[in-house]
């Protein structure tokens, strides 16, 4: 399978899908047993698995199934022979070798327990890709790896929801990483992201209600309560009283035109 760098990232393929260049790092660091994580595997690497995967057992009963429905069946298939790898690549501990060559990477140095790996790839000068075996995401890591630490600094995080580690470049500014939260097929980062965006939504209802409230009491002005409105919507708001410290100007004696002695 042929790979290359692409934008900073990594492109699998002659039309494959571009990742960021750590994601086959850490989606070994960070593989579970779970059906949502083959998924997500599935979805990354798309070509990257075999063909044959896709096969359907020769007793498989097709009767009354639709074309869709066979193509679903297949992906279904391909699937469980992902999550068959997942185990397998378990087994190995190579989540476990991969966390001690990622820290040794953090330092700048390419491990030598990643070497029987590094051997898989085949290089190719100039600007042709490199080449991996399909379905081998260790060797696919190992190359990632390689690469990553010729174009930036790394660190090791652990991510604060699901707990595993991660590989950051140090830039990154978020703590949470791109993989499925435990359970979830929704990332710990994006699920972080919605948490805080139905907070902010919360926050802004109970806001709103308040100042509402007030205007009917009399104690909100019309046209405070329509110039807040006009500032502020559920995406990017202040609470009233912020906001109001915020539009009015502190106005220092000089500009009024008083001295000091006036």
Not at 6 to 24: F, H, S
Not at 99 to 114: N, P, R
Not at 170 to 198: I, T, V
Request: charged share 35%; glycine share 6%; with cysteine.
């Amino acid at each position: 399978m042929k790979v290359r760098l692409w934008r900073g990232g990594l492109l699998l393929g002659e039309r494959g899908k571009a990742l960021p260049l750590t994601q086959p790092v850490n989606d070994l660091l960070g593989l579970r047993d779970e059906w949502d994580y083959a998924v997500q595997l599935d979805s990354n690497y798309g070509s990257f698995w075999p063909d044959e995967w896709m096969d359907l057992p020769a007793d498989f009963d097709s009767t009354g199934l639709t074309d869709h429905d066979l193509a679903d069946e297949a992906r279904a298939a391909q699937i469980d022979r992902i999550a068959d790898e997942i185990r397998e690549l378990r087994r190995r501990k190579l989540p476990d070798t991969f966390l001690a060559a990622c820290k040794q990477a953090e330092q700048g140095h390419f491990s030598v327990t990643l070497a029987g790996f590094l051997e898989q790839i085949t290089r190719r000068p100039g600007d042709e890709p490199d080449e991996v075996p399909e379905a081998d995401l260790p060797t696919l890591a190992t190359w990632a790896l390689d690469q990553a630490l010729r174009q930036r600094p790394v660190e090791v995080r652990e991510c604060p929801l699901c707990k595993r580690p991660w590989l950051a470049s140090p830039e990154q500014p978020s703590p949470y990483c791109d993989r499925p939260y435990p359970g979830r097929s929704m990332s710990c980062r994006a699920l972080k992201k919605d948490e805080h965006f139905r907070e902010s939504q919360r926050d802004w209802r109970r806001e709103y209600k308040r100042l509402h409230e007030r205007r009917k009491r009399g104690t909100l002005s019309e046209a405070d309560w329509q110039a807040w409105r006009a500032d502020n919507n559920p995406d990017d708001w202040y609470a009233f009283d912020e906001w109001q410290r915020r539009r009015i100007p502190v106005t220092t004696a000089t500009e009024t035109g008083r001295g000091l002695g006036d």
